[in-house]
């Protein structure tokens, strides 16, 4: 990681709009619906961030990436591109860590394809493991961090 200062904050409804857009740049990467454009979707994500499910990474004050939460999983976790391989993704996933166990006292969940090896291999590296239980379901894996149910 170089000395970029990656800070990170709960998204207000106004930021709506550009965690949607920071969401769509990923539309390749990760399984957003064909139709994530529209105004349902855009209401979706403005849904989650009224309920404080939606933090925003900025470093030196630029809007780097996003984590969207549910309760104690991490739903999405996206670096804009030209943000990548500078420690946003970690500080996002460090806050969800410390997040979680502060308000709801257990550990924290995250589905990805076990193909995706940069959030595998960022996951693993913050002590992250394949869940025991949580079994693959339709090419999915569950890791976690943590006691979680
Ligand atoms: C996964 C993702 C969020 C990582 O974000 P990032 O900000 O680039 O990650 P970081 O810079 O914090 O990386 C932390 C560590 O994770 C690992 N890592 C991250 N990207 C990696 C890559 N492309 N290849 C291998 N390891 C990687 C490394 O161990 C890295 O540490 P290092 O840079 O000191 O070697 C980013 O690649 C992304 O947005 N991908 C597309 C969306 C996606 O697939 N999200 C996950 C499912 S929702």
């Not at 904050?9 to 930021?15: I, K, N, P, T």
């Amino acid at each position: 990681m170089n000395g970029n200062r990656v800070t990170v904050r709960r998204a207000l409804v106004g930021d709506a709009l550009s965690a949607h857009t920071v969401l769509l740049t990923a539309k390749d990467e990760i399984p957003l619906a064909p139709n994530f454009t529209s105004a349902d979707h855009q209401k979706w994500v403005r849904d989650w961030c009224r309920e404080r499910q939606v933090w925003l990474a900025h470093v030196d004050g630029s809007l780097a990436g996003i984590m969207v939460m549910h309760v104690t999983e991490v739903r999405y976790l996206v670096t804009l591109a030209t943000y990548r391989r500078r420690g946003v993704g970690r500080t996002l996933i460090r806050h969800a860590v410390a997040m979680v166990a502060r308000r709801y006292r257990c550990g924290v969940k995250a589905k990805t394809r076990p193909e995706n090896s940069p959030i595998v291999t960022l996951l693993t590296a913050e002590g992250f493991t394949p869940h025991p239980v949580l079994a693959a379901q339709h090419g999915w894996l569950v890791y976690s961090v943590g006691k979680v149910d």
